[in-house]
């Protein structure tokens, strides 16, 4: 090797310890091992979100694989710097769910996981579970839009910039959105306000 050259070859990194555009770049260059690389780092994000749209364990995997096979089928369209790739996920994840629409009746509402926490007693799993399964009932019977919106605050954590963008909308909207959506959940979850002040507290 030449004097003074001491980078490390791209192509000789780890693609395991590569970040998503990186991984992204060399999709775009028909890499499967790097789509394999994101599909693990992604694939069960997407599948608790397909899953607390639908509360439907069959919908929400055929949701998710659909949603990798995409980034994979389009990944030479992907433009570096347009978005992260967990926006685009989501996006890709939640137009699908939208566009099922569809809550069946026979949705277990144990398929949908929760919360962890420290072992609690058995009185108080008892009671988390009611407590819990109440709030899944209220947000699935939320118009699609705001079902997205709600979930996308609360159990991912997101602003409203980026659910904005996962919804192809406008912030203002999304504030509208989350807004009317908390309205709903205090009207169905009427008696039980203080166990979801998390929730509730704006909007």
């Not at 929400?60 to 994979?72: R, T």
């Not at 819990?132 to 079902?147: D, K, M, V």
Request: aromatic residues 6%.
């Amino acid at each position: 090797m030449a004097e003074g050259k001491s980078v490390a070859d791209p192509a000789a990194v780890p693609v395991g310890s590569l970040d998503d555009d990186a991984l992204l770049a060399r999709m775009k260059a028909d890499d499967a091992a790097a789509y394999r690389v994101l599909v693990e780092r992604h694939v069960d994000r997407a599948y608790a979100l397909a899953l607390r749209m639908l509360r439907n364990v069959a919908d929400a995997e055929d949701v998710a694989q659909d949603s990798m096979v995409k980034a994979w089928t389009h990944r030479h369209a992907w433009e570096p710097g347009r978005a992260q790739f967990s926006t685009w996920l989501y996006r890709v994840v939640v137009n699908r769910c939208i566009d099922l629409t569809r809550l069946p009746s026979n949705a277990n509402i144990d398929d949908v996981p929760e919360p962890a926490e420290d072992k609690p007693d058995a009185v108080e799993t008892l009671h988390r579970r009611e407590v819990y399964s109440r709030l899944e009932r209220a947000i699935s019977r939320l118009p699609a839009q705001q079902r997205a919106a709600v979930t996308l605050a609360y159990y991912d954590d997101l602003g409203n910039g980026e659910i904005a963008q996962i919804l192809g909308t406008t912030v203002s909207a999304v504030e509208s959105l989350l807004k009317r959506g908390r309205q709903g959940l205090r009207q169905a979850l009427r008696g039980s306000e203080g166990e979801f002040r998390h929730l509730l507290a704006q909007g």
